[in-house]
Every structure is written in C-alpha cells, then in structure tokens.
C-alpha cells in the first residue's frame, strides 16, 4: 500500500525553524516529482516547494525563497523541507505529495498533478 506519512509541525515563534518530514511506505522515491503544499484557513492550497528526484529541477514560491529548503534521504524513502525565520503567513497544513515520472528539467506545480499525498501537519507560526 503506498502511502506519505508526514511529522513535524508544530508551534514555533516568529523567526524560528521546523523541519517537516515526509516518508514513503511501500515505495521509494526514485523517479518522482515530490512537492510541498500548504493550505491556510479560507485560502486555497498553494505550492511551496515541488521537485524532481531524477534531476533534481527545483520550485520555491516567491514567499518562502531563501528560507524554505528540501532535501532527501540517500535511500529516497523520506524527503524533508527545512524551513528557517518562520512568519506568521506561514501558518497553515502542509502537505506532502507524490507522482510519479521522469521528470527533466521541470517539476509539475498544480495540486492536482500529484497523486499520492500526506495527511497533513498543522504549523502555527506565533509568539
């Protein structure tokens, strides 16, 4: 059964840092695209972060640029987003999701391109 199971979230203040979690079960993540999302309360999901595990092709959303960082585990079965001097705006579910494919020198962007997703893990930025 394939399956994300995200950790991590939490309640950090403003300026701090979380690290998110996202592990694959019963697959690994060889050939995928991999992507972040958040949803905050009356807002629509958005992309954070989405990449390629074949090339390594890279998105950050304007907001999160150089505080935002994704990385992988050398088994690909766990991918991480490190995120550093937290905001208030970042407060919101993030969600890790999967597709498959080989994807060169893009990575899709919409929601709606992934197949496979996390539960979600609430991060409340606050002071």
């Known amino acids: 059964q394939v399956q994300l199971v995200e950790s991590g979230g939490g309640l950090v203040q403003p300026g701090g840092s979380l690290r998110l979690s996202c592990a694959a079960s019963?697959?690994?993540?060889?050939?995928?695209?991999i992507g972040w999302f958040r949803q905050a309360p009356g807002k629509e999901r958005e992309g954070v972060s989405c990449f390629s595990t074949t090339d390594d092709s890279t998105y950050y959303a304007d907001s999160v640029k150089g505080r935002f960082t994704w990385s992988i585990d050398n088994a690909k079965t766990t991918v991480y987003l490190q995120m550093n001097s937290l905001k208030p705006e970042d407060t919101a579910v993030y969600y890790c999701?999967?597709?498959?494919?080989?994807?060169?020198?893009?990575?899709?962007?919409?929601?709606?391109?992934?197949?496979?997703w996390g539960q979600g893990t609430q991060v409340t930025v606050s002071s």
């Open positions: 019963g697959f690994t993540l060889d050939y995928y695209a």
């Open positions: 999701a999967a597709t498959p494919g080989r994807y060169l020198g893009w990575v899709p962007l919409r929601s709606y391109e992934y197949h496979y």
